[in-house]
């Protein structure tokens, strides 16, 4: 029994952290357990215990009325946000410290039930987060209050003051360690986007109300409910639009709006006379990952490379998941050198990234070697208009050029140029290509058949 203990504990995801990350992670809740020791100690009373069972209960109402909403509204990425701070917020403005916190305890209790399996320092952190934006909100409410007054409009804002303390902590928090934790992140994907700062302002907003009526009475929590639940509700429809353009295994563009975004560039460089390049990447040796590690690791690592891949290239390049393994990334503006040298910056980004900490959600597996657990890609490049003047003609040479670099090594980059001639016409396929479903070695509820190219014989093996 120890041994089987000591032996998870050597594999929990917190050590695949990087420096950086890890000092955060621990620097922030071993502050949130000392704010809640000194609030503990120095609490004069438990007065108010009917308002944390108000609280309490309503949020939990709430939540789970909501699950299968929040359910469907979480995304592949690492943030996500809801409406349960509205909660926390009224607490930390109506209670004293020590029973805020222990709103925000009992509703991180359950969230934690009933997630059943999840990242076990992950739901620390976002506790100890929580914890301290509680406290940064009670702080700020008593300081405004005592300088403007408690009454009429100086309320309103003391408890406006209130919630913009308790979301900007939690933001500027949980950012700090998104960033840190999946190098390469973007300051939407760890901060959030637009939506995400609606979500707060909702929130927030909810908070503030939720809080003027329980200093009415303590059961107007409980009025708050159906108005949570339809204003989850009309979070969905955002969710909903996104869906439609996003592949959600890796967030990234789905390869029907790839095609359509890069068609509009293509239209945009055949009138101004300008290049224009087409990648297409493709993770060597992915299946290994999956019949050694099982899917949950090679998902993961999907998304890692997908994360590694859009940090790496400009905000106006357009990438796209484009079946299985593969993603494929429009350079407008882009000639045949610019193009190769971003090509060798991507692959080198992804030889040279720390896969295991951004895969630390599934890094349980004892056999999965955070130190040797590391990806290459082969990259196949292809240039308007010297090797095509259609979107099909540029994937169909970088498809072949990317099957060059597989059978060079793998790991590598080839330009369609060195595959054919600039002016080689290339056959087409009867069928017309379709990566819109996932491959078989990724997902496995579908299988991922390339078409069968004529001209020199193509390698089988694109692993």
């Not at 910056?345 to 890094?363: E, I, T």
């Amino acid at each position: 029994m120890v041994a089987q203990s000591r032996r998870a504990v050597r594999y929990w995801a917190l050590w695949t952290l990087t420096v950086p990350a890890f000092a955060v992670v621990v620097l922030v809740d071993l502050a949130a357990i000392g704010y809640g020791v000194q609030a503990f100690t120095e609490l004069p009373s438990w007065r108010g215990l009917d308002v944390v069972f108000a609280l309490t209960v309503s949020a939990l109402i709430a939540v789970e009325g909501a699950r299968r909403v929040e359910n469907r509204r979480r995304r592949g990425g690492a943030l996500h946000k809801d409406l349960a701070p509205a909660w926390m917020i009224a607490a930390a403005v109506v209670l004293q410290p020590a029973l805020a916190i222990l709103v925000v305890v009992l509703l991180r209790i359950w969230w934690r039930i009933r997630a059943g399996k999840c990242i076990p320092y992950r739901w620390a952190f976002s506790t100890a987060v929580h914890v301290l934006a509680v406290g940064a909100a009670h702080t700020v409410f008593m300081a405004v209050s005592d300088l403007i007054g408690s009454d009429g409009l100086g309320l309103v804002i003391s408890m406006v003051a209130a919630a913009m303390a308790f979301v900007g902590t939690d933001t500027v928090l949980c950012g700090l360690a998104i960033s840190l934790i999946i190098p390469g992140s973007s300051w939407r994907e760890a901060f959030g986007t637009m939506d995400d700062l609606c979500t707060d302002a909702t929130a927030a907003t909810l908070g503030c109300l939720l809080a003027a009526a329980c200093l009415v009475s303590p059961w107007f929590a409980f009025v708050a409910i159906p108005i949570t639940l339809t204003a989850q509700r009309a979070l969905l429809l955002t969710q909903l639009e996104t869906e439609v353009q996003i592949d959600p295994k890796t967030s990234l563009t789905r390869v029907d709006w790839w095609r359509r975004r890069t068609e509009e560039m293509l239209r945009v460089a055949r009138t101004q006379r300008e290049p224009m390049a087409v990648l297409l990447i493709d993770i060597d040796h992915f299946k290994q990952v999956n019949d050694r590690h099982g899917h949950l690791v090679g998902d993961e690592a999907l998304r890692a490379v997908a994360t590694i891949l859009r940090s790496a290239i400009r905000a106006k390049d357009v990438i796209g998941r484009f079946g299985g393994e593969e993603f494929v990334i429009a350079l407008p503006d882009t000639g045949l050198d610019d193009a190769t040298v971003t090509a060798d910056r991507l692959r080198n980004a992804v030889a040279a990234s720390p896969l295991a900490a951004m895969c630390a959600g599934v890094l349980d597996d004892p056999d999965l070697d955070p130190d040797t657990f590391h990806l290459t890609v082969s990259i196949g490049v292809a240039v308007y208009p010297a090797d095509g003047i259609t979107v099909d003609d540029l994937l169909l040479r970088a498809d072949r050029a990317m099957y060059a670099a597989k059978a060079a090594g793998r790991n590598r980059v080839r330009l369609a140029a060195d595959v054919l001639p600039p002016h080689r016409p290339i056959a087409r396929p009867a069928v017309p290509i379709d990566r819109s479903r996932p491959a078989a070695s990724v997902d496995r509820d579908a299988a991922h058949d390339r078409p069968v190219t004529t001209g020199a014989a193509a390698p089988t093996d694109r692993n």
